[in-house]
């Protein structure tokens, strides 16, 4: 079944090759250009060209003393990065294009289409559940590497062995880190394929393009081990918010609002873990190792003071520009609640003496009434004069 895409069912169908026909049919070109690459797999004169795109390179099987097994003793193959990443980053990044439209087509449409929400909302809950979406499964497969490679047991991991234990991967902790930059790679031709406008461009291409800044250094500069456990951090109070988020759109404000204290909770705590695990990695740790001091880009020993002073350096800034982001918007909303609070004060006092200005006028009236007709006429000429 193919993907209508942003095209509603009676519309009619634009000139090929046109700017509102490649938007409407995204989905289905990008597919039929994946799936070259797969069929390419089958013949054998375009296998080897294949096989940059579709699997991952730079695989390394060790073996002698050194060999690492698995539990059934056989050698593992690990994983370097190198040039040919790019081809295969370049697929993957087709596969997010597709996987995107799916999700939109057949799970986040039909919900829009039920909560009637209007343009903007519309757009923002898109977002929402897109990121959602990929937070839940990112946090379940890094969950899984830290448990399967014991991360988690063991902080000192995240700087021992430098670089020769960090420089080779498992096949899953490579793989989440290719995937890792091909989604943040395609949000920028997702901008156009979903219309974006231009207030919402700003902040799109500002969060992806600091997502996929810090995937890529992580990655070319092998400190692939603290980046996972800081995106990790970073993906579960993430997830809070676009939940939240989502419950917000969906009309159910009680449970919303606990989902957004929960995560202006985690958030704060967040910032400050990650300050924490940049500490201990890039000012502790890794000056201790052995290979401090000395840079070999073919051994793929990054562990120099500069180098460590920048990322650590990053990472503090990085949250510290959240951490302000955070502040001043909610500096913004206690001002703006405080602005509606004395609208509504002012305007129920307005209601108030308007509605005692008749109330005065009638006492007047029934203090002359109480009098004789001549005496009420006497009155009034004596207030006159007055």
């Not at 995106?231 to 009309?251: P, T």
């Amino acid at each position: 079944m193919p993907l209508r895409g942003m095209r509603r069912p009676n519309q009619k169908s634009p000139p090929i090759l046109s700017h509102e026909f490649i938007i409407q049919n995204h989905a289905d070109i990008v597919s039929c250009l994946a799936m070259l690459f797969v069929l390419g797999l089958v013949f054998q004169v375009t296998s080897p060209l294949a096989q940059l795109f579709v699997t991952l390179g730079h695989n390394v099987t060790t073996n002698g003393t050194d060999a690492i097994l698995d539990k059934n003793g056989d050698p593992v193959t690990l994983y370097a990065h190198g040039v040919k990443d790019i081809c295969a980053i370049f697929f993957y990044m087709l596969v997010a294009i597709v996987m995107h439209a799916v999700f939109q087509e057949y799970a986040l449409d039909k919900i829009n289409r039920k909560l009637h929400l209007s343009k903007l909302k519309h757009s923002k809950f898109n977002e929402s559940g897109q990121l959602f979406g990929f937070y839940a499964i990112s946090l379940a497969w890094g969950i899984d590497i830290l448990l399967t490679e014991g991360y988690i047991w063991d902080l000192s991991s995240l700087w021992v062995g430098y670089p020769a234990e960090h420089a080779l991967q498992p096949f899953i902790a490579k793989f989440f880190f290719v995937m890792q930059i091909a989604y943040w790679l395609h949000c920028f031709p997702e901008l156009y394929f979903q219309r974006i406008k231009k207030e919402e461009l700003s902040m799109r291409i500002q969060y992806a393009g600091f997502y996929l800044v810090f995937t890529v250094a992580a990655y070319a500069l092998n400190f692939t081990r603290v980046a996972l456990c800081l995106l990790l951090v970073q993906y579960l109070v993430e997830s809070f918010r676009h939940a939240a988020r989502l419950l917000q759109f969906a009309d159910k404000p009680g449970l919303a609002r606990h989902a957004f204290a929960l995560y202006n909770a985690l958030f704060v705590i967040a910032r400050l873990l990650s300050i924490t695990l940049g500490i201990l990695t890039f000012w502790y740790g890794l000056p201790l190792s052995p290979s401090s001091g000395t840079l070999n880009t073919t051994e793929g020993n990054f562990n120099i003071q500069i180098i460590r002073i920048n990322c650590l350096t990053g990472i503090c800034l990085m949250q510290a520009k959240l951490m302000w982001t955070f502040i001043t918007f909610h500096l913004r909303r206690r001002r703006e609640n405080q602005e509606d609070g004395g609208k509504k004060t002012r305007k129920s006092a307005q209601a108030g003496d308007s509605a005692a200005s008749p109330k005065s006028k009638k006492a007047a009236r029934s203090d002359y009434d109480d009098l004789p007709e001549a005496d009420q006429q006497q009155a009034r000429n004596k207030v006159k004069t007055k």
